[in-house]
């Protein structure tokens, strides 16, 4: 076909104009690119998005995780919950602190983590350790105590937080939201990030909004922003000077060149949103006479679209690979999405997880394919995915 041969469609594009161009160009001729105005600018354009109380810019949504598992408290043999259907962030930042993540599958239409198991693991790991056992990984548990829920809004979708928050209640678990994925996302009205007690966003390029590295907290709790804070910054208390370290804290300041590049973003955030709900539209427009895949589904609960990427699933397992090959052979770039945690080599090591364990979330790495897809996809280039789909078929 040689229409497929004229287009070229890349996997991800970042989206930006000359604003964010001389926003950052004048970071460079002042004196300020770090701990400036700009990263001030920047946290409260998220304070007034999202109607957080505390917002706290961080270099990368890992770092950003990491400092809400810090300030939640959890550390050395605690189990905490977490889903295996997700990027490994969501579970490195538990193995920094030698907690043992206890995985509960995914449900098979989002993605997201279950949450009639989850309510279930709860209940078991608060009860008796022989109730616990059928939660804990085969090798690598310390017998520790359940100490809280690390949700994922998996692809841009908020989980199921109502379920969870019930869940964790009872125990007063604190709950972390990964929203790296959901920025601008709605759950029955409410948004993404402050579903739980701390949430996170994350904008490597490929996310709704980028400042090429970078991450930002959002969170209601004072106590757990001012840990977050000090933390990020070295561990220096409200008021230490430069040389005074009052707690063990790390270096994951944002820059101020990020921060500049993230508050002109910020500011086109509706139409950023708007280009990727438009994208994934036209992406339901053009496959939806596809018989050999599924489309992405979209839960009752999700009140505002937020797409992240855009992820078919092949009904055949057994010919995801093939599929895979023969769309990268026509020029489309395509990548399997997620690839389950627990089946990571260094996990498998640790913990002993063998395929099998989790199957929802296995079924959904073996058969998902994130396509082409960002804010700056035209729909042409949907077309030209679309046709090459269909001649693989
Ligand atoms: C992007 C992402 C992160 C954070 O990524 P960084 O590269 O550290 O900014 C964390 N969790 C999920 C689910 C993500 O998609």
Redesign the pocket.
């Known amino acids: 076909m040689d229409y497929l041969q004229k287009i070229s469609v890349p996997m991800s594009l970042p989206d930006i104009t000359d604003k964010e161009r001389e926003a950052v160009a004048k970071v460079m001729s002042t004196n300020y690119l770090s701990m400036g105005p700009y990263v001030q600018s920047f946290e409260q354009s998220f304070r007034d998005f999202t109607g957080a109380k505390h917002a706290i810019a961080v270099n ?3 770092a950003g ?1 990491h400092l809400c598992v810090r300030a939640a408290g959890w550390s050395d043999g605690d189990r905490v919950i977490t889903t295996p259907f ?2 490994v ?2 579970t490195n930042v538990l193995l920094y602190e030698r907690i043992t993540p206890i995985f509960v599958d995914a449900e098979p239409l989002t993605g997201n983590i279950d949450t009639v198991q989850l309510k279930a693991a709860v209940e078991d790991l608060n009860s008796s350790e022989a109730a616990a056992a059928k939660w804990l990984p085969p090798k690598g548990d310390n017998g520790g105590k359940l100490k809280g829920i690390l949700a ?1 809004d998996v692809f841009g979708q908020p989980a199921d937080f109502d379920a969870i928050n019930a869940a964790a209640k009872p125990y007063e678990l604190p709950v972390i939201e ?1 929203s ?2 959901a920025l601008g996302a709605m759950y029955k009205g409410r948004p993404a990030g402050l579903l739980g007690d701390m949430g996170v966003f ?1 904008f ?1 390029p490929n ?1 709704q909004i980028t400042t090429a ?1 970078g ?1 930002l907290v959002v969170t209601n709790d004072d106590k757990a922003a001012a840990i977050i804070r000090s933390q990020r910054n070295q561990g220096r208390a409200e008021g230490d000077t430069w040389l005074a370290h009052t707690y063990l804290g790390f270096n994951y300041r944002m820059d101020e060149m990020s921060a500049a590049l993230g508050t002109v973003q910020m500011s086109r955030i509706d139409e950023l949103i708007r280009k990727r709900n438009q994208a994934a539209e036209w992406y339901r427009e053009e496959l939806s006479d596809i018989d050999e895949i599924e489309l992405p589904h979209t839960a009752a609960t999700t009140t505002r679209d937020s797409w992240f990427v855009y992820v078919i699933r092949v009904k055949d397992a057994e010919r995801r690979d093939e599929v895979s090959q023969k769309l990268k052979a026509l020029g489309i770039p395509v990548r399997p999405y997620f690839s389950p945690i627990h089946l990571q080599p260094y996990m498998q090591e640790r913990f002993g997880y063998e395929p099998g364990r989790f199957p929802v979330t296995e079924d959904l790495g073996r058969r998902g394919l994130a396509i082409p897809f960002s804010g700056m996809i035209t729909r042409e280039q949907i077309a030209a995915v679309g046709a090459a789909l269909r001649q693989v078929f």
């Open positions: 990368s949504g890992t995780l997700s990027f962030s969501s994922v990964d790296c994925e994350a490597y996310k590295e991450g």
